[in-house]
């Protein structure tokens, strides 16, 4: 079976992006294909990268407090393209917002925190699932 | 802490015991006395006895109104001067009406869009009595024009003006990341700010040159000392080519170092940085003035060093980097948040913050001397192998032809997230402790911390209409006018700081001018990595 693929990508202004490139670096060496898309990517950009790419996940990361509504615009944005490609989101993220980000229809959140195997672990579980039932 | 390979946390070996022999010949002269060449021992000659350093906790939310309520909370509490945190629209040139700033308003700072929030911001705050430290850089011009017009309208005097703006362009490159135009005329924009600041603003550094954020995105502390200077090297040549003499900037050039956990490797390099600086200013740059090479630093604590889990703990580690800043000189510290993993700080955080400040500076007894670890064998040794390897850093990046061309060709960046990487490794395999993460972890532990804060989320409405009202109100003529001098100023290469002054005083909003300057220099979009 071909490596997994990735798509990484940091939507709104903020440009922490340490923590993202360091999954990016985490999952690479776990044999995984990763797209990084880099900062201020609109929504649009990073559906249509993850179209064109035939990614298995989407990744993105939010430091700025903005993860709720933009979470929210790029699943919505992929149900309108019908895309089905799980989103996971991480960043600066409290606890009191987890359930409503799933409830938005995002398949996994990594607030502070999370360790990087465990966001390594949890991606790559992900992706081979889609891989099982596209 | 095992066996014979004992490192410092940039990995500089260390020995079980140190003595004299460990020191170099020569101590008297690379140290000098405190307040002289080389300015190891510190830049003044009674540091904390003459005067504490400044307390500067970093805040700003929400719209003026807000920001300017927690300005009020922080001085009634014993702050001693103001730091001012912009939100991401506001850093990055658009209006909070603007699409891209509709979920980033009032977030992360405070949101600005005309002269008249600025001036809302400092309400009942003496801007001749507070002093201020502005966190912006590629619209620092847009911000100071404001903030000249702020300080007008309350009557003071340019020269009574005091504080800090951080206008350092080349370090967002390299880490921080708030770019909007590309790297020349970014430059040029910052060089602009220190030539019209320079002689007219005598107590205002109009420039905070930092490695900070290369630290906190994941260097270490030699790399983080190395990018600092050949950042200042970068903006003093750019300086003296437009016809500068040294010694009229250098000696309002200010800095800005993270002070993070390895406390004595932490106190190394900033007694390292102000010794290469003095010798950079004297050898490179030919400085006749000592103060010219008499390097001055704010220091933050570490945000990345602090854990989500068992947050109480980030207080006893803010106190450790806290001490560390004071023990290494600084003049002006911010101490972070216990509950910055998670949120901006809470009222009860950042009076904590505070509080952890005032305890090192009035119970602790740390500030009764100078330079209380001076000819300590192991800080001494650690002071000369910091410099020493700082020192091949700076070589290697002039080689590639400064701070800017490497920047460019993006090794630096390439060398902070190899590091950031390692060090996430090390966390994950154990090998680099943090405690309540990966050893001493309690699993009942609960994350939750009792009060958090949290962004009302009216505020940008309010916000957007308040702007519209202004807008609405302005001479739409003079306005226009005023701003057609900015285009033609950054056009035609002439400092852009006394139009863009008229121009904020007629109501041009911070977008507008964003604008202008995106159209004359365009816009900057980041090569990906890999």
Redesign the interface.
Known sequence: MSAPRVLLAKP???????GI??I???LRDAGAE?I????RRSIDEIVHAAVQEDVDVIGMSTL???HL??STELVEALRGEDVSIPVVVGG?I???DISALLERGVAAVF???T???EVVDAVLALAARERIAP | MSGDDVRTDAGVPVREVYAEGDVADGLADRLGTPGSPPYTRGPYPTMYRGRLWTMRQFAGFGSPEEANERFHFLLERGQTALSVAFD??T??GYDSAHP??R??VG??GVAIDTAEDMVDLFAGLPLDQVSVNFTINATAPIILAMYLVAAERQGVAEADLAGTLQNDILK?FLA???FVFPPEPSLRLSCDVVEFATGRLPRFNPISITGYHAR???CDAVQELAFTLASAIAYADALVARGLDFDSFAPRLSFHFATTMDLFEEVAKLRAARRMWFEIASARFGAKDPSSGRLRFFSGNSG?TL???QPLNNIIRSTIQCLGAVLGGAQSIHVMGYDE????PSEEAVTLSLRTQQIVALESGVPRTVDPLGGSYYVEALTDEIERRAGAILAKIGELGGMAEALEAGLPQQWI?AS??RI??E??DGSRPRVG?NVHADQREA??LPQ?FE?DASIAERQVARTAARVAGRDARACAVATEQVERAAGEGVNVMPSLIEAVRTGATLGELSDVFRRVFGEFR?P???
């Open positions: 709104g202004l903020d440009g922490h992006d340490r490139k360091v990016a670096m985490a990763v990084y898309l880099g900062l700025s407090g903005a509504p933009l600066t409290p606890a009191s607030p502070v925190g360790s990087m195997p | 991401l629209p850093q990055l891209a700033a979920v980033e977030r992360v967002e921080r990341k708030t906190e995105a994941g990345t854990t989500a889990q993993a998670f949120e901006i997230a950031a990487f996430e490794k966390i994950a993460v994350v939750e958090l962004t980041e990906r990595p890999w």
